[in-house]
């Protein structure tokens, strides 16, 4: 699975970007796909992801404004966000796992590939 992220940008805080996480491969529907993001001089956090089935978990400082959602015809998993504050900023990854257990989603090295990153900055 190759996974392509996209939709980071400059935002104005309480602005809203929406991420787009694009997979290659038939077989899409059967991973879950997490979103984390890392600045710099940080480690990585994760920020959300969606089961296979569709159920959705947040981070708890993305809750009530980030929302996840998946669209298997497309492959494609994005990653709508509202209510941006500056400390929102950081590198995007989006990565993907088969097969993993609820206790692991919020750990990087559990998923088994990875987007590029898109850059999102927050302006005060």
């Known amino acids: 699975v190759q996974l392509q992220a996209s939709g980071g940008g400059l935002v104005q805080a309480g602005g809203s970007l929406r991420l787009s996480c694009v997979a290659s491969g038939s077989t899409f529907n059967r991973y879950s796909v997490g979103w984390f993001r890392q600045a710099p001089g940080k480690e990585r956090e994760f920020v959300a992801h969606?089961?296979?089935?569709?159920?959705?978990y947040y981070g708890d400082s993305v809750k009530g404004r980030f929302s996840i959602s998946r669209d298997n015809a497309k492959n494609t998993v994005s990653l709508q966000m509202n209510s941006l504050k500056p400390e929102d900023t950081a590198q995007y990854y989006c990565?993907?796992?088969?097969?993993?257990?609820?206790?692991?989603?919020?750990?990087?090295?559990?998923?088994?590939?990875w987007g590029q990153g898109t850059q999102v900055t927050v302006s005060s």
């Open positions: 969606i089961r296979y089935n569709s159920a959705t």
């Open positions: 990565a993907a796992g088969a097969s993993l257990i609820l206790s692991s989603i919020r750990t990087p090295r559990q998923y088994h590939y």
